[in-house]
């Protein structure tokens, strides 16, 4: 079975850090191009951060950029690296897996893992 697990997620105060780690199984599965997403409550999931097959390209939201990294390994780990958190950056994170890294900035997956949750809150 072809799995996403996330994890990392937890309470944060604005200004913080906090780095999202996302799991793909089995192994040659990391060599598809993966994307972090993000759905706050009452509101649809917008993309977040994007990282090709060999971790040679990236991408970025605008609402992120300069704030978020994303890197890989040449195994099964991807992470989301955050910092100078905002409330507004409160939500449910998920990771996806794409055989086109182009394909993720549109919203559009194959797989899908089930979410971990960040709040950033005094």
């Known amino acids: 079975q072809v799995q996403l697990v996330e994890s990392g997620g937890g309470l944060v105060h604005p200004g913080g850090s906090l780095t999202l780690s996302c799991e793909t199984s089995?192994?040659?599965?990391?060599?598809?191009?993966i994307g972090w997403f993000r759905q706050a409550p009452g509101k649809e999931r917008e993309f977040v951060a994007a990282?090709?097959?060999?971790?040679?390209?990236t991408k970025f939201a605008d609402s992120v950029r300069g704030r978020f990294g994303i890197s890989r390994n040449y195994a099964a780990l991807i992470y989301l690296e955050m910092s100078s958190l905002k409330p507004e950056d409160t939500a449910v994170y998920f990771c996806?897996?794409?055989?086109?890294?182009?394909?993720?900035?549109?919203?559009?997956?194959?797989?899908w893992g089930r979410g971990t949750q960040v709040t950033v809150s005094s």
């Open positions: 996806a897996a794409s055989g086109q890294m182009t394909s993720l900035v549109f919203g559009s997956a194959e797989y």
């Open positions: 089995p192994r040659t599965f990391s060599t598809y191009a």
């Open positions: 990282i090709s097959q060999f971790g040679a390209s």
